[in-house]
C-alpha cells in the first residue's frame, strides 16, 4: 500500500501564496507521476499539475504561470507552490500518486488539504 501525507492548505488573501506538500510512504516503488487535484462541491475533481518519474510536468490552462510543481525524490515528497492565487483557487486540493503494477496502473490519493482565497 501507499500513504500520503499532505500539509499546507490554508486561508490566503487574493494575491497571496501558499506552498503544498505530500510525502509518499509505503510500497513506493514503481511511481509514475505525483501531482495534485482540487475539487470543489457540486463539480467533478479536476487535474491542476502532475509531475512524472522523468521530471515531465503538466498544469491545468487555469494555474498556468501561477502554480510550479516540483519533486524531491530523495524525499519521495511533491510541491505545489501556488503564487497570485485567485477566489477562483479556493477547493479542496489532493495529493495524487500513480504506481504501476506488474499489468496495471494504481492510483492513490491524500486526504486532502483545504485551500481557500479570499476576495
Known amino acids: 500500500q501507499v500513504q500520503l501525507v499532505e500539509s499546507g492548505g490554508g486561508l490566503v488573501q487574493a494575491g497571496g501564496s501558499l506552498r503544498l506538500s505530500c510525502t509518499a510512504s509505503?510500497?513506493?516503488?514503481?511511481?509514475?507521476?505525483m501531482g495534485w487535484y482540487r475539487q470543489v462541491p457540486g463539480k467533478q475533481r479536476e487535474l491542476v499539475a502532475v509531475i512524472t518519474s522523468g521530471g515531465s510536468t503538466n498544469y491545468a490552462d487555469s494555474v498556468k504561470g501561477r502554480f510550479t510543481i516540483s519533486r524531491d525524490n530523495a524525499k519521495n515528497t511533491v510541491y505545489l507552490q501556488m503564487n497570485s492565487l485567485k477566489p477562483e483557487d479556493t477547493a479542496v486540493y489532493y495529493c495524487?500518486?500513480?504506481?504501476?503494477?506488474?499489468?496495471?496502473?494504481?492510483?492513490?490519493w491524500g486526504q486532502g488539504t483545504q485551500v481557500t482565497v479570499s476576495s
Open positions: 509505503g510500497s513506493i516503488f514503481s511511481i509514475n507521476a
Open positions: 495524487y500518486l500513480r504506481r504501476s503494477g506488474r499489468q496495471y496502473e494504481l492510483d492513490y
